[in-house]
């Protein structure tokens, strides 16, 4: 059984003057014990898409099941056997570290004892322990980031949702964030997460969704989503960052096309024409 069915789903956003389709009849399905990631551009609709699957949005058409759970019917159910962590970190930058895990054991209803015990197992798995005890406005925004992953793991979910888990942080801290997901996918937790890098889905899911316009436009692994683009093509990855204009001069100077360039990997990417040296 799937643990997330989406068929159909339709989201508007309305203004004065205009209107915005969000989600244009989606159609998603992701396996129990796996890791989806949701790829596309700002825009795509895949933090609705999230929205509406942890149930804080209600779609205007279709329908979804999560675990089992119908996400507009059994929305209240349904919410304690997943986690979200946003794209920007959730915790009260006036609390401490263990104190915000402590709050949120106290939405998910558990008792005193096993979230106090929870809280110390979660700072100590995100590398946290030593600063559980400072406010959260002391940290750095890698903590931070963790610290939101490890709220969105206080109640043990079955299935979380990640929505651009790296949203803002530098080179060293994503590839952090990536250890600690690869550190959930060991342990089975099912996971849905959304990015705008293809790389970043590469290294983290089993399968990859592209999103644009509201729609699935395709779905497969990395190298089946890379075959399917077709040709070949040109990567460099420069050791400086300074260096990435001169990398772009040369590969220009090779193929004869621009470079596209992933600022945090410091990679340039360009297709290879066939009078490429």
């Not at 389709?21 to 992701?30: N, P, S």
């Not at 460099?236 to 590969?251: F, K, L, P, T």
Request: with cysteine; net charge negative; charged share 30%.
């Amino acid at each position: 059984m799937p643990a997330i069915t989406a068929e159909g789903l339709t989201k508007i956003y309305k203004t004065r003057k205009s209107e915005v389709r969000a989600l244009d009849g989606l159609d998603l399905e992701v396996d129990e014990g796996t890791v989806l990631g949701l790829l596309g551009p700002n825009g795509a609709g895949k933090t609705t898409t999230v929205r509406i699957l942890a149930t804080l949005l209600r779609p205007d058409s279709g329908h979804a099941t999560v675990l089992g759970h119908d996400v507009v019917r059994d929305a209240q159910a349904l919410r304690k056997e997943v986690g979200l962590s946003g794209q920007y970190a959730a915790v009260d930058e006036n609390l401490t570290g263990r104190e915000n895990l402590w709050m949120f054991g106290r939405l998910y209803q558990l008792p005193s004892p096993t979230s106090r015990d929870r809280a110390t197992e979660l700072l100590a798995q995100f590398d946290l322990a030593a600063a559980g005890d400072r406010v959260v406005k002391t940290y750095s925004g890698g903590m931070r980031r963790r610290l939101d992953l490890a709220s969105a793991l206080i109640g043990r979910p079955r299935l979380l949702f990640l929505d651009e888990p790296t949203t803002g942080l530098d080179p060293r801290g994503r590839m952090g964030m990536w250890d600690v997901i690869r550190d959930l996918v060991r342990d089975g937790t099912t996971l849905l997460l959304t990015t705008q890098y293809l790389e970043e889905a590469d290294e983290l899911a089993d399968a990859i969704a592209v999103v644009d316009s509201g729609k699935i436009i395709a779905r497969g692994t990395a190298d089946e989503l890379k075959s399917q683009v077709g040709g070949e093509r040109i990567e460099v990855v420069v050791h400086d960052r300074q260096d990435i204009g001169r990398a772009r001069e040369a590969i220009a100077a090779a193929c004869g096309c621009e470079a596209t360039v992933d600022e945090h990997t410091k990679r340039l990417t360009a297709p290879a024409s066939g009078g490429a040296r």
